[in-house]
């Protein structure tokens, strides 16, 4: 069979709905998952209760794996069908307005409050906000994150900025892997897949790749092959039929590993051999995450085929509400820590009130202002329709899979 027979063309109107779904219940769990940071006895963060939770840190120690590796698997996957219509210059020039511009925007608005709020939370005291505002733009060694002197840091934009890198830097291969020998390759690759058991194999060629050292809050080797892998997957049926006949197995060595992990990070692993606790590490942050992402794939190509209106507006939403929501988080924590309340309480009072508040942002000052829905990434308002005579018979602009080009920590 011919490369060209072998792997799947770029289908003008096809939509991968699924893939929506898991986009945005990515962006939803980072609401309690930034959340929990305020309460998990790990790490510090920006605003920190007195009183920590045990119970949050399993739940910290269980996405972790996982869910930066899922959201880069899915903006590789849009931009397979995002290049599907455009040229690779196009694709380029959308990703620095649509990754850059809101890059440089929160780094200047929604960023500097977290670190602000951060130094207030943990000193107990601080200059006025613009007073203090110049040396948010200085780095401090001793805090990095910025999460308790008040200096520069990324926040949760240095998934924006990794994932722009990324793009621009894999566009050679993208639009190699699109034709001639490179659709050979995915072909190639594909047909490995249907070979059982070759598709959680992926796991053992990516868990190398987590040796590399991080670089500005990620590992951008392993975090581009996952990009790629997301881009390539999309791109032959012969993947989806490998995943699907492979989903119970990833579900169990993913999703369900993952919390027996979870627990075991929380309450301190037993003795074991060295070998042994280098095997179990490679499974951990190689293995399970792969095995995870699989499984998400599968039973999301199940249960999330559906669009409706919810997803509509949810998909729009994402990318904006991504930028939104870990400056929220902070300034509600910030109050709700001060109240002489129990933990749990105080976690739903913050969960709701920052996911209120983010949307209803979103609503009144994002979606319906022209130069907000820029700076926030958003594509500009579509003009009326007009009249069925003279309408195009397909409208490009509706069949591209939008791109989260943004999860973070």
Excluded at 93 to 100: A, M, N, P, Q, S
Excluded at 158 to 185: D, E, K, N, S, T
Aim: aromatic share 14%; glycine share 8%; proline share 6%.
């Amino acid at each position: 069979m011919s490369a060209s027979c072998e792997t799947r063309p770029v289908l003008v109107g096809e939509r991968r709905h699924e893939l929506s779904w898991l986009r945005v219940l990515a962006v939803l769990l980072l609401f309690p998952f930034h959340m929990a940071r305020v309460f998990d006895v790990w790490g510090d963060f920006y605003v920190k209760n007195d009183q920590l939770s045990r119970g949050l840190t399993y739940f910290i120690a269980f996405m972790e794996p996982w869910h930066m590796p899922v959201l880069f698997l899915l903006a590789g996957a849009a931009s397979w069908y995002a290049l599907g219509r455009r040229t690779g210059r196009t694709y380029a020039g959308e990703r620095v307005k649509r990754l850059l511009v809101p890059f440089l925007f929160g780094l200047l608005v929604l960023i500097p409050p977290q670190s602000y709020l951060g130094l207030l939370s943990h000193s107990g005291d601080a200059p006025g906000y613009f007073d203090w505002l110049p040396s948010f733009f200085r780095l401090n060694g001793e805090d990095m994150d910025g999460y308790f002197l008040g200096g520069h840091t990324w926040g949760h934009l240095w998934f924006i900025a990794h994932l722009l890198v990324y793009a621009l830097v894999a566009l050679p291969v993208m639009l190699f892997l699109r034709r001639g020998a490179g659709r050979r390759v995915v072909g190639a690759l594909a047909r490995a897949a249907t070979v059982p058991g070759v598709i959680l194999v992926f796991a053992v060629l990516l868990a190398p790749l987590q040796t590399a050292p991080e670089i500005a809050g990620g590992n951008p080797v392993y975090y581009i092959a996952i990009f790629l892998l997301g881009y390539v997957m999309v791109a032959d049926a012969r993947f989806d039929t490998a995943i699907d006949r492979h989903k119970a197995v990833a579900l169990l060595l993913g999703p369900l590993a993952c919390v027996a992990v979870a627990y075991l990070e929380v309450a301190g692993w037993p003795a074991v051999p060295s070998w042994a606790g280098d095997l179990i590490q490679v499974y951990t942050v190689g293995v399970m995450p792969w095995c995870f992402m699989v499984a998400l794939l599968g039973y999301g190509r199940r249960y999330l085929r559906a669009s409706n209106r919810v997803l509509a507006y949810a998909d729009e939403a994402s990318y904006p509400v991504y930028l939104l929501h870990q400056t929220v988080i902070v300034l509600v924590a910030f109050v709700v820590v001060g109240w002489d309340v129990s933990v749990a309480a105080k976690y739903a009072a913050i969960l709701l009130a920052s996911f209120v508040v983010s949307v209803v942002v979103y609503e009144v000052a994002v979606r319906r202002l022209g130069v907000t829905r820029f700076v926030f990434g958003m594509k500009a308002p579509r003009r009326a329709a007009r009249p069925a005579a003279v309408r195009p018979a397909l409208d490009a602009s509706v069949l591209d899979a939008p791109v989260l080009e943004a999860p973070v920590r």
